[in-house]
């Protein structure tokens, strides 16, 4: 059986795998007879580099469209039809770091193809294990909302841009650039991370290559005033640190301001929390009388 190869444009293109896989269910080429590889993994890995086998370059099947010299569409094969949330699934399965994800989600769209009755069934080994891709998608994504922290910078306009580094788990930076977009949309901002950047100028998002950590601003004053508010907020008796741990990880703390109080106050936390117990209660300053029943404020 001959052996194809499918080199994609970048890590993330749905768009290039789409059209290579529309191309092979189309002229019966089985999963175990492809290999696919992004243009990134050819420039890191010397050993990635595809030799063998018919190439298909997805970029070229865009300007071109099933006009592939190796590979001839069966007649008896028309387009492979999908439920709509199996295509939501694969555009978020592709964001995960896992090489083998195209892999999988051609075998998925293979066996689709050929057994409706994979539709039904929950329980698939393929089915589950790109569910479990996707939902560590979703929890990186969730993470990036939570612990982006932006500080102020000048640029060569004179312009105040904020500017946030974050190291995700995943190739998530451009599709999670809508939240915050939504999020600040009056605010000139950049988040940089190893694999991207994305910046919003207050009219468009722009997408550009990825970054060093250095890159990014170093604390500000702002940042001082914030860990002050943050220390007198902090509250001894709430803590439980393995349930922060857990929402929070430690391999982030070194990227949040306020990860620095986090040992120091923790540390102090029972001994703090024994004082506030033993403290004698304190009578408010002023009574705050109970609304009473058909009254309405001013």
Not at 33 to 51: C, K, M, N, Y
Not at 53 to 72: C, E, F, H, M, V
Not at 90 to 110: D, K, S, T
Not at 114 to 126: G, I, N, S
């Amino acid at each position: 059986m001959a052996q194809h190869t499918v080199t994609l444009d970048h890590p993330t293109d749905w768009a290039g795998f789409r059209r290579a896989a529309r191309t092979l269910v189309q002229a019966g080429v089985p999963p175990q007879a492809v290999d696919w590889f992004t243009t990134q993994d050819v420039t890191e890995d010397l050993f990635a580099s595809p030799t063998a086998g018919s190439g298909i370059d997805a970029g070229a099947a865009a300007s071109t469209p099933l006009d592939l010299s190796a590979l001839q569409p069966r007649s008896d094969r028309p387009a492979p039809r999908v439920p709509e949330e199996f295509v939501r699934l694969c555009e978020r399965l592709v964001l995960h770091r896992n090489p083998a994800r195209f892999a999988l989600m051609y075998r998925l769209l293979w066996r689709l193809a050929h057994d409706r009755a994979l539709r039904h069934d929950p329980l698939d080994a393929d089915r589950m294990q790109a569910h479990h891709m996707v939902r560590a998608v979703a929890r990186d994504m969730h993470k990036m909302h939570a612990f982006v922290r932006f500080r102020p910078v000048t640029d060569s306009d004179g312009h105040t841009v904020q500017v946030a580094w974050f190291e995700p788990d995943h190739y998530i930076t451009e599709a999670n650039a809508g939240f915050f977009v939504r999020r600040f949309t009056q605010m000139h901002w950049a988040i940089l991370t190893p694999d991207a950047s994305v910046r919003w100028d207050g009219t468009d998002l722009h997408v550009g290559p990825g970054g060093q950590r250095s890159d990014a601003p170093p604390p500000d004053a702002g940042e001082a005033l914030w860990l002050t508010y943050y220390r007198h907020i902090f509250n001894p008796a709430r803590l439980k640190t393995t349930m922060m741990k857990k929402e929070m990880p430690t391999r982030y703390w070194r990227n949040l301001p306020e990860a620095a109080l986090i040992t120091e106050l923790s540390h102090g936390a029972h001994e703090r929390s024994g004082h506030m117990v033993e403290a004698e209660a304190t009578t408010p300053r002023k009574r705050i009388e109970p609304m009473r029943r058909g009254a309405s404020s001013a």
